[in-house]
């Protein structure tokens, strides 16, 4: 059975931080590009940030840039997301997920359609 199982989130006051892990289990992910979403409430799922398969190049959205970075840890199966200089706005459900696509060259996915295992989520609550 494939999982995806997100960790870390939790309640933080602005400009705090938090350090969300998804780890996999049932198959390796290590051919995959991995990327993490959230949805707000009454909001649709947005994309947040994805990293190669390899590591070796990532992409975010614009709202989080410069304050999120998303690694990997192949030998470990496990997609990170660090969260800085967190805003009230950040708060969602985060969501880690695996492209469909394996050893993908092209510009790493953005659409909920690319990914097709998703975690259950963990919430991030970010207070004023």
């Known amino acids: 059975q494939v999982q995806l199982v997100e960790s870390g989130g939790g309640l933080v006051q602005a400009g705090g931080s938090l350090r969300l892990s998804c780890a996999a289990s049932g198959r390796t992910f290590s051919r995959h590009a991995m990327g993490w979403f959230r949805q707000a409430p009454g909001k649709e799922r947005e994309f947040v940030a994805a990293i190669r398969w390899s590591g070796g190049s990532t992409y975010y959205a614009d709202s989080v840039k410069g304050r999120f970075t998303i690694s990997r840890d192949n030998a470990k199966n496990t997609v990170y997301l660090q969260m800085n200089s967190l805003k009230p706005e950040d708060t969602a459900v985060y969501y880690c997920?695996?492209?469909?696509?394996?050893?993908?060259?092209?510009?790493?996915?953005?659409?909920?359609?690319?990914?097709?295992?998703w975690g259950q989520g963990t919430q991030v609550t970010v207070s004023s």
């Open positions: 997920a695996a492209d469909k696509t394996y050893y993908r060259g092209s510009d790493l996915p953005a659409l909920i359609d690319e990914y097709d295992y």
